[in-house]
Every structure is written in structure tokens, then in C-alpha cells.
């Protein structure tokens, strides 16, 4: 993945909210992640194609004390976690 990779929804993954937290659900894979209120947030941001930078720009107006380095590698480990189960596809 490079720092142009734009990231969206997996049309295999569907979302549930469950109070404060979403539940999503790989119809393929049959795998279930659940979120934060946080990473819920960042799903909803997913619904249209986003950079990697233009989360970690996000985070950072929604979070203001959220510094630079922490922002990038939270939206970084979150990112991974989706593609790893397929909750996210990547164009480069």
C-alpha cells in the first residue's frame, strides 16, 4: 500500500450498530469485527474512497489533542486491521 492507496467499504461487509458500537460482518469470510465509537466514526468516513492522510486529517479536527504520530499510527493499525479481514478495499 502506498500513501496514495485510497481505501473504501468492502461491498461483502455489511454494519450494525449496537449502542455505541458497529458491529461489521463479512458475508464471505463469515468474520465479525466490532468497533469503537471512534472506529465506527472512521467506517462512516469509509463509505466514500479516503487516503490514509485524509483520515489521519480527519482524526486530527474531530481530536485535537490527538498529535500527528498518534493519529497515523492509530488510522495505520485500523486500516490494516480492515483489509486484513476484507472489511476494506484498497485501490492504489
Not at 483489509?83 to 476494506?88: G, I, R, S
Amino acid at each position: 500500500m502506498t500513501a496514495a492507496s485510497q481505501y473504501t467499504r468492502s461491498t461483502d461487509a455489511s454494519a450494525s450498530a449496537v449502542g455505541e458500537r458497529v458491529v461489521l460482518y463479512h458475508r464471505v469470510t463469515r468474520t465479525a469485527i466490532v468497533l469503537n465509537p471512534t472506529g465506527g466514526w472512521m467506517w462512516q468516513r469509509l463509505a466514500e474512497p479516503c487516503t490514509t492522510a485524509d483520515l489521519v486529517r480527519d482524526m486530527q479536527e474531530r481530536y485535537p489533542s490527538l498529535g500527528p504520530d498518534a493519529a497515523e499510527r492509530d488510522v495505520s493499525a485500523f486500516l490494516a486491521d480492515l483489509v486484513k479481514h476484507a472489511m476494506v478495499s484498497v485501490r492504489e
